[in-house]
Structures are given as C-alpha cells and as structure tokens.
C-alpha cells in the first residue's frame, strides 16, 4: 500500500509549469532513469520550449566553475531571473558524491523557490548524457526559468560537448594553471561566447587575460562589429561576487545579439538536429540488440564457415528481420 497518489503526466507537468519543485524534480528523474512515460512529458512540454537561455560553463578542473555558478546564481536573483542550474558529470554513473560539495555551496539558495538546483548523471543507459540533457533541460524551460546554468563535474569533460547544448559558452581561466596553453591545445578559442578570468585576486590573472585576448584577435574577422560576436573577457573573484555582475550583463548582451542576428535559433536548430538523431539512433540500437538476440546468428556463421553461405547473404537474413520490426 502506497500513500502517495500516482500523479499522472499531464497534471506533473501543468504542475511544474506552475512551478512546484517537485514536481520538476520528479520530471528531471524520468529523465534520469530513462523512463517509458518521457515520450509523453516531452509531448507534453513541447509548446512551452523556448523561453530559457541555456548557459554552459566550462573550464578545467578547480578553476572556480562551482564557486562561480553559486555567485552567478546571487547575481541573476537580484537581476530578478528565475534559475536553473544542471550540474552534469558524464564520467559517473551515479549523481551523488561527487557533487556532494557543491551542493553545500549551492546551500545559499536552497530556499529560494526561484532557484531549482538539479545534478544529473547519465546511469549509463544509452546514448548517456547526450541525449539525457536536452530532455532536462526542457523541463527547466517549460518550469519558466529565465536562465539555465549547465555545469559539467568530473575529469575529462569535453568542453566541446557543453558547447553543444548550450545558447551560451562561458569559458573559465585562472592564472596559475597554466591555462594559456590549454587554451589553445582544448580549442576552446573557438567555443567561447564569453571568457571569464576567475581568482582575480591572484597574480597573473591580467597576464591570462591579455595572452588570451591576443589569441582570440587572432581569430578576429574584421571590423563589421555587428555581424558577429566578439567575445568579451571579464575579471572575477567569484568567491567574494566582484565582476559577477559584468559576467551577466555580457551573458544577457549575448541573448541579445544571439535574437538579433537569428544565431539564436541557427544554434536551436542544430541543436535539436544532434537531439533527434540521438533519440532515433537510440532507438534503432535498442532494436538491433532485439534482433540480433533473436536471430540464429551463431547458425549464419557456422553456415558461413561451412560454406554453405556467404557474408552478405548472411547480412540480408538479419537485416530482413530488423526490417520486419
Ligand atoms: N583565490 C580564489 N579562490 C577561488 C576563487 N573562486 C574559487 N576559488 C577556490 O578554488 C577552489 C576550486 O573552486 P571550485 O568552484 O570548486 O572549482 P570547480 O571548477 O568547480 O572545480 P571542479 O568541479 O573540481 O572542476 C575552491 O577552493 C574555491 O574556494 C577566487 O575567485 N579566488
Ligand atoms: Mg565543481
């Protein structure tokens, strides 16, 4: 016996548009594991997809990417944003110890009903985190955020990734890691909408930023300023929140820019494309791995070995039976 009523989809999702955080938080967990009902939630949310800034943060290992999410979220809240922050770590199957930390950090707005604050793993089923954060990330955006904070945890993030599922990049430096040449070695000089050099209070944090505006002029295409976006850098100590209020200043002068040009929706466009492929590639592997148990594959190669068949003939029997799906 249960005491919890079986709250159905439609009525979850009406709830976490009115902005019950459990009910986000239920829906974010239908993410996580996977579950058969997301084909309706996602039904479900798609007329209110659109409304969020998706912000990804990037930048190796205790450079701040934390410490900074915290102060950005300070900062969006006095701007008057609702926020959501999705901490993902592709490395681990489990959403647990390794944010464990962060969570304390994000303690300051634990309270706060405009602030959702979810960590997510990918629990290894397939297509991982590529297909799971998107999902996610429209949950938050039909539960009215304004703006959405993806942080990656865990060594050996693709910063590339990040950049994938977001609207805006920020890249995190820091004097005293040796940024300078990762920079150049992650390609990160191509990803970054907005560069931040963190621990400001720090020796060296202004020779980081001046090799890094070096490299990115660069990259520089010219001088019709309005075409495109050239990256601003911005100095912080994002452990005290000096120069986080510049930090999203630039990211909403990004949205803006982004709305202007129609790179906004370029970059929606592809992303979706990336996103339906997953779902569909998925689907198709599930498939295959039916078939594939099913058929008498061991029997096609000893017919094979024998003689008796050849390669491609073989192939046509299981291909057969996958179309037959
Ligand atoms: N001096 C100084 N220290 C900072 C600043 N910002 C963060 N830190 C410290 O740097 C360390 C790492 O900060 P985190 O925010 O955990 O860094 P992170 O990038 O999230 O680290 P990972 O999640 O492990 O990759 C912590 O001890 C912070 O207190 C800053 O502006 N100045
Ligand atoms: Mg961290």
Request: avoid cysteine; glycine fraction near 12%.
């Given at each position: 016996m249960t005491a919890r009523r079986k709250v159905s989809v439609p009525e979850l999702v009406e709830r976490a548009?009115?902005?019950?955080?459990?009910s986000v938080a239920r829906l974010i967990s239908l993410v996580e594991d996977?579950?058969?009902?997301?084909?309706?939630?996602?039904?479900?949310?798609?007329?209110?997809?659109?409304?969020a800034q998706v912000v990804g943060i990037?930048?190796?290992?205790?450079?701040?990417?934390?410490t900074s999410t915290s102060a950005m979220v300070t900062a969006l809240r006095k701007a008057g944003k609702r926020v959501g922050v999705l901490a993902v770590d592709p490395s681990s199957p489990f959403s647990g110890g390794a944010l464990l930390g962060d969570r304390v950090r994000m303690q300051d707005h634990a309270l706060d009903?405009?602030?959702?604050?979810r960590s997510m793993?990918?629990?290894?089923?397939l297509g991982g985190l590529s297909w799971s954060t998107p999902q996610a990330l429209r949950v938050l955006d039909a539960a009215g955020c304004d703006v959405i904070l993806v942080e990656t945890v865990g060594v050996g993030q693709s910063e590339v990734e990040v950049a994938g599922l977001a609207d805006t990049t920020l890249v995190l430096l820091a004097p005293g890691m040796g940024d300078g040449i990762q920079a150049a070695k992650?390609?990160?000089?191509?990803?970054g909408d907005l560069y931040v050099v963190n621990k400001a209070d720090r020796d060296g944090a202004d020779t980081v930023r001046r090799d890094l505006r070096n490299m990115l002029a660069l990259a520089d295409r010219g001088d019709d300023v309005d075409a495109y976006w050239k990256p601003p850098i911005v100095l912080t100590v994002a452990q005290t929140g000096q120069g986080v209020d510049e930090v999203v200043e630039k990211i909403d002068a990004h949205r803006t820019w982004?709305?202007?040009t129609g790179e906004l929706n370029r970059r929606r466009v592809r992303r979706a494309r990336d996103e339906i492929e997953a779902i569909a590639v998925t689907a198709l592997r599930a498939r295959w791995k039916d078939v594939?148990?099913?058929?008498?594959?061991?029997?096609?190669?000893?017919?094979?070995?024998?003689g008796k068949t050849d390669p491609y003939a073989a192939a046509d029997v299981l291909l057969a039976e996958y179309a037959e799906e």
């Open positions: 548009r009115e902005g019950d955080a459990r996977a579950s058969p009902l997301l084909r309706d939630v996602m039904a479900g949310l798609a007329p209110y997809a659109g409304h990037t930048g190796s290992p205790g450079v701040g990417k934390s009903k405009d602030v959702y604050i793993a990918s629990r290894g089923h992650a390609g990160i000089l191509e990803i982004m709305e202007s594939h148990e099913r058929t008498e594959l061991d029997d096609l190669a000893d017919q094979v070995v024998a």
